[in-house]
């Protein structure tokens, strides 16, 4: 083992093997603890068998949700992490344990998903993390989520973590509203203003959104029917990113609805010669179907009516 280039190679090996090693422990670590954490869940289930009289038949149709409850939080967050590992990694184990706490606890509690992005913050609903200032958002608008939120009906189970965009704070001493979002200390009692979450206003960061922030502010407005601003949320994020491929798809498909087909299938061609996907091949061949009709119909020269009738039924 004198030649050196001989030794260095051993040395190589030697270290790709130990980092093996390390990270096959590691790999066991995480096992053993969502392992664990099945398990805290198993004996979370088996308490609630029995506070219920032993009734093993009505536990096994449904979880009741009475109010807050610190367990069905924790059912609703550990159903929440499993969302996400099975949507990476879908271990049958894991999708008869998620399907089972579909059946017995969200769907016939009538539990859904609150969402928050583009909403305006109410400490009702919404636990508040962080705050920045921006100008390129409303007022005491949430940007980010930190943590799901549910509800039950119309109630909140569960408050969501989020991020607030806000400029103007209320006095800690006085309660008097910042008249310059600038100041610093209160115009009315002189004292400093903070943040509900302490810190000075002078030392907020300022909130920088990158081109998925706009896509979930478009896909609020779109969800509210405002496609005017939707679409004003899709050109700012490409104005960041002029490729990027979601933002493209959805501004395609708002053109689509508003007749302008050639458009919407030259934003879709592009979004799918960057990322080629199945769902955007489908919108083409559908959108080149209506721009077929359209042109179709067009050189009908129906009357305005009619042809009004017509871009009906093609948007169906």
């Known amino acids: ?16 093997v130990a980092d093996q090693m390390l990270a096959i422990q590691n ?11 099945l398990e805290a869940k198993t004996l979370e289930v088996e308490n609630l068998k029995t506070r219920s009289g032993g009734n093993e038949e009505s536990v096994a149709r449904t979880i009741s949700v009475d109010g807050d409850s610190d367990i069905v939080s924790s ?24 399907q089972k706490l579909l059946d017995r606890l969200i769907i016939p509690n009538k539990i859904s998903y609150m969402p928050v992005i583009a909403e305006e913050y109410d400490a009702q609903k919404h636990f508040a993390t962080d705050y920045f200032r921006s100008n390129r958002f409303p007022e005491r608008c949430i940007v980010f989520e930190v943590e799901k939120g549910y509800l039950k009906g119309d109630a909140v189970i569960k408050k969501s973590k989020v991020w607030v965009v806000q400029n103007l704070f209320d006095c800690s001493a006085c309660n008097a509203t910042q008249s310059n979002p600038d100041s610093r200390f209160c115009h009315l009692c002189g004292s400093k203003i903070v943040a509900p979450n302490g810190l000075p206003v002078d030392s907020l960061p300022e909130f920088e959104p990158t081109p998925i922030t706009y896509q979930r502010f478009a896909d609020s407005m779109i969800r509210h029917g405002d496609t005017s601003r939707a679409r004003e949320y899709l050109m700012a994020g ?32 592009k979004a799918n010669m960057i990322k080629p996907d199945a769902k955007t091949q489908e ?12 042109k ?21």
């Open 75 to 98: 059912f609703i967050d550990f159903f929440d992490g499993l969302d996400s590992v099975i949507a990476k990694n879908p271990v049958p184990e894991l999708q008869v344990l998620h």
């Open 27 to 37: 790999f066991e670590g995480i096992l053993s603890k969502t392992r664990e954490q």
């Open 1 to 16: 083992m004198n030649d050196p280039a001989s030794r260095e190679e051993v040395e190589q090996l030697t270290q790709q």
């Open 296 to 316: 179709q119909a067009q050189s009908l020269k129906l009357a305005p009516e009619e042809f009004e009738k017509l871009l009906n039924l093609i948007q169906k």
């Open 238 to 269: 490409l104005d960041l990113d002029g490729n990027f491929a979601p933002i493209m798809t959805r501004l395609a498909d708002i053109l689509a609805h508003e007749s302008k087909f050639e458009d919407a299938l030259e934003l879709l061609k």
């Open 283 to 294: 919108m083409i061949r559908a959108i080149e179907v209506k721009l077929n009709i359209f």
